[in-house]
């Protein structure tokens, strides 16, 4: 670490709280600052002293491409040209919902917002709105944005209580979110039976991958599609993650049950910040200017954010999702394998867990709710993190937190990738 990037990061944290404006941005727990970078290109990403990092944290997901890719900058910098917010209605948006309805057989119109926490707002709003209930069921380990109701942490009494896991979020709104273990499949028929009535909506990520990468049994999805329905509930897919990752329809195209509603973000502005509420025509009519749900926005649909959307998801095929998943397969046997020999075996405690594009290295196999992470999980990653950073490869700075393969990680990045392990193919 040199003293350009301490002296970056002691100047951030006089200006802004704890030095960023994310918190895992932060480096918390590692044995340097954060890294500041002011460029990117493919699969690699270069701090401010032009040293190129592979790149695994794409934004958090949202560059399926990679940095930079030529017909998203193409239709960005035309975008450019035109105007970059209006504040009014705009053709952009058509098109990129004309788009996206003509693949999503489980949708029948969107609305756009800002991000996949403003989407996930509104989808609770929405979900309370068109059934006239309050609670929502949501469980533990799955990430639903900073949503006031979202921010809540299992209780220590019976299933179903929850607790504020943020300062700031008032006890009568953990009151009203009713929490879970995924795969309590009994633990969920008792709250219906506990607040018959009550429930609005169960919220899931259907691939849990913002604390670690828990994949659910299509059995469990399942299971809550038929008890939402036969109580008269809503069904949320929180696929801001998942969603166009690991298929264009994401896993409600991969399991093929259909939500009621789904909220959408990242890949869906190709990088720039957008989110959109998704479900059939009857619940999304709920919504203001003609139902009595409000929902607005001064920056909703900004017309860069359309066309980089529209631009990535064109180069989507199904040959795109094919080679990006045998990409994955490459990349993390080859860390997999570096892993058990590092430094007399230094990382060998570790099991690489992927699921189409995504990752995650934890010390465990079939990790699939919170109670099966190892609970020295941090102490083990950091210095992983840590090694892998002075060689070049960049992953997101948190142990709870996936890896993100781009297409721009082609076979010339992995052959880079096992140089920098000194690994030869």
């Known amino acids: 670490m040199s003293n350009i990037q301490s002296d970056l990061f002691s100047k951030s944290k006089t200006l802004v709280p704890g030095g960023v404006h994310s918190p895992v941005r932060s480096f918390k727990g590692l044995h340097t600052t954060p890294r500041f970078f002011k460029r990117a290109e493919g699969a690699y990403i270069y701090d401010v002293e032009d040293k190129k990092y592979v790149d695994f944290c794409m934004s958090f997901g949202p560059l399926i491409l990679g940095h930079r890719h030529p017909k998203v900058e193409k239709a960005l910098h035309e975008g450019l040209e035109r105007g970059w917010s209006y504040g009014a209605c705009e053709p952009y948006s058509l098109e990129l919902a004309e788009f996206l309805l003509s693949k999503l057989p489980h949708v029948e119109q969107l609305r756009f917002v800002n991000s996949g926490t ?210 994955t397969k490459k990349i993390t046997t080859l860390l997999a394998n570096w892993m058990k020999t590092y430094n007399n075996g230094q990382f060998n405690m570790f099991q690489i867990t992927t699921y189409s594009s995504l990752f995650w290295i934890v010390p465990k196999e079939n990790v699939t709710k919170i109670a099966d992470i190892p609970a020295n999980l941090t102490e083990n990653f950091n210095k992983l993190f840590e090694v892998l950073l002075d060689r070049g490869i960049y992953l997101a700075p948190n142990a709870y937190e996936v890896g993100f393969v781009s297409l721009a990680h082609d076979d010339t990045v992995v052959a880079d990738i096992a140089k920098r392990l000194d690994i030869k193919l």
């Open 118 to 327: 403003e989407a996930v707002m509104t989808a609770l709003r929405l979900a309370r709105g068109v059934t006239g209930r309050n609670k929502i069921i949501k469980f533990n380990g799955c990430y639903h944005g900073h949503v006031d109701s979202m921010l809540i942490k299992a209780g220590s009494g019976l299933a179903g209580e929850a607790e504020a896991s943020s300062a700031g979020v008032p006890e009568g709104v953990a009151h009203d979110t009713l929490i879970l273990e995924l795969g309590d499949t009994e633990g969920l028929k008792q709250c219906f039976i506990d607040h018959k009535d009550q429930i609005a909506a169960i919220i899931i990520e259907p691939l849990p991958a913002n604390n670690g990468l828990m994949v659910q049994p299509k059995e469990f999805l399942q299971f809550l599609r038929d008890i939402t329905t036969a109580n008269k509930a809503l069904l949320i897919f929180d696929e801001v993650i998942s969603g166009f990752r690991v298929a264009f329809g994401g896993m409600a195209e991969v399991t093929g049950i259909k939500p009621d509603i789904v909220t959408l973000g990242k890949i869906i502005g190709g990088g720039l910040p957008v989110g959109a509420i998704g479900a059939s025509k009857f619940i999304m009519e709920h919504l203001a200017p003609i139902g009595k749900v409000y929902q607005a926005g001064t920056l909703s649909a900004n017309p860069l954010a359309m066309v980089g959307g529209l631009s990535t998801l064109k180069e989507m095929t199904p040959e795109s999702y094919k080679k990006i998943e045998e990409q």
